[in-house]
């Protein structure tokens, strides 16, 4: 693959060419030239678009897919392609399948399902055997076929003492463990905030000690045991401030945010639209203003979709009996731009890569070429048509947004929107 990006503004504070205007030349998958007035040759694709920008690929840190036993939710094939209209190069896939991602077979089987795309898919291997919190699934054997970290999704360790076994044993290949922060004998059956929404509309309420609670313990263990540690879609202001209070300790933590609590409120659920019902729930103002601040100041290190494609049998249905689970993929970009700045936004959809594959492609001559295109300008609303996803459980429908993804670079291949 051959093409020539002109006049592409640089958003990579690992490049040289950091905030400057340039045309970027592609070969074969690396970065062959950086410069201005570059000449556009024959068998060579030019790329150019209204204010484009470009930045290093981005990486979503949660996403689901149906593959294997649910494909009618979402294939890794289609998947995949959802994944590089929405900007993004690599995607670390929950474990969340049927049978659960927790053998090194189940990892190279969906490997196997990846090649050949634009987007690199990265597995998550589940934490324990089944994801049921019970024994330490093979945690060595997944990651020698391509695991780069290891967590039972939406589901908490409820036992300390595992958390604390696995810590220390993944230290002896550089492991990274997940802990879902929810205290789930405090949650109960709870499935919106605990608050004044929760009680207007009936709802039982998931208190935010539930997942303050659960963080305050997993960073107690991380002190202790040591290792590396991530915690996945915090939502609460008192979980921001406990893994701040870590960080400033030295110890190796990171946390994500999943876009949704950022940008959307609980009062949304007083249609009792089951779109939003997700977890962690959807918080009130005090949380998601903690939670910005936290994007802003470096306390949470990334932003997730958390794309999670659910059929119409699991999300039309009584706002009781409905999964939790919402797609935002295609819009989680656009979401975030309208609550930091396009730097800030790179720096939050880049960082997955570093902590997750520990590797990032600068952009400059003789690097590979894995690139986001997009622009911050511009302004809509995200409507049914904005839905590339098998499933249609679009948490940000009808809600207006900043942007534009023009595509990306990756794989020696090109994916235009």
Same mark, same amino acid.
């Given at each position: 693959m051959k093409a020539l990006i002109k006049n592409a503004i640089i958003v990579d504070s690992d490049s040289p060419h950091h905030g400057s205007t340039k045309d970027v030349r592609i070969k074969d998958g690396l970065i062959i030239e950086i410069g201005e007035h570059l000449e556009h040759t024959k068998g060579e694709t030019l790329i150019e678009r209204d204010n484009l920008h470009i930045s290093q690929g981005w990486f979503d840190s949660s996403v689901s897919m149906g593959q294997p036993g649910f494909e009618e939710r979402e294939t890794i094939d289609h998947g995949l392609q959802v994944a590089a209209t929405s900007g993004f190069t690599a995607v670390a896939l929950n474990p969340n399948t049927y049978p659960i991602i927790d053998t090194s077979s189940d990892v190279t089987f969906v490997k196997k399902m990846a090649e050949g795309?634009?987007?690199?898919?990265?597995?998550?291997?589940?934490?324990?055997?089944?994801?049921?919190? @019970?024994?330490?699934?093979?945690?060595?054997?997944?990651?020698?076929? *391509? %695991?780069?970290?290891? #967590?039972?999704?939406?589901?908490?360790?409820?036992?300390?003492?595992?958390?604390?076994? %696995?810590?220390?044993?993944?230290? #002896?290949?550089? /492991?990274?463990?997940?802990?879902?922060?929810?205290?789930?004998?405090?949650? #109960?059956?709870?499935? @919106?905030?605990?608050?004044?929404?929760?009680?207007? @509309? /009936?709802?039982?309420?998931?208190? %935010?000690?539930?997942?303050?609670?659960? @963080?305050?313990?997993?960073?107690?263990?991380?002190?202790?045991?040591? *290792?590396?540690?991530?915690?996945p879609t915090i939502s609460t202001k008192a979980s921001v401030e406990l893994i701040k209070q870590t960080k400033a300790k030295g110890l190796d933590v990171t946390c994500s945010v999943a876009i949704h609590n950022l940008y959307l409120l609980d009062t949304v659920i007083d249609d009792f639209d089951t779109r939003y019902k997700v977890l962690p729930p959807l918080r009130n103002q005090e949380h998601v203003d903690a939670?910005?601040?936290?994007?802003?100041?470096?306390?949470?290190?990334?932003?997730?979709?958390?794309?999670?494609?659910?059929?119409?049998e699991r999300k039309h249905v009584e706002f009781d009996n409905a999964m939790y689970g919402a797609i935002s993929q295609e819009a989680t970009f656009k979401a975030l731009l309208t609550i930091v700045s396009e730097k800030r936004a790179v720096t939050l959809l880049t960082a997955g890569r570093r902590r997750f594959i520990g590797t990032s492609n600068s952009i400059q001559e003789n690097s590979p070429a894995d690139i986001t295109l997009f622009t911050p300008k511009g302004s809509s609303t995200f409507t049914q048509e904005h839905i590339k996803s098998t499933s249609n459980n679009a948490i940000f429908l009808n809600q207006k947004m900043k942007g534009e993804v023009y595509g990306i670079i990756a794989n020696n291949q090109l994916v235009l929107n």
């Open positions: 795309h634009a987007t690199s898919l990265f597995p998550i291997g589940a934490l324990t055997r089944n994801s049921e919190s @019970v024994d330490l699934a093979e945690l060595y054997d997944m990651q020698q076929s *391509g %695991a780069v970290a290891f #967590g039972d999704y939406q589901q908490p360790i409820s036992n300390p003492n595992l958390l604390k076994i %696995a810590l220390q044993y993944t230290q #002896g290949f550089n /492991g990274l463990v997940l802990s879902f922060p929810q205290e789930q004998k405090i949650a #109960g059956k709870g499935m @919106v905030n605990e608050g004044e929404v929760s009680t207007r @509309v /009936g709802l039982k309420g998931i208190p %935010a000690i539930a997942e303050s609670l659960q @963080v305050a313990r997993d960073l107690h263990i991380l002190e202790y045991a040591g *290792g590396s540690l991530h915690i939670l910005i601040e936290g994007v802003k100041d470096g306390t949470i290190d990334m932003v997730t979709s958390d794309h999670n494609p659910l059929d119409v």
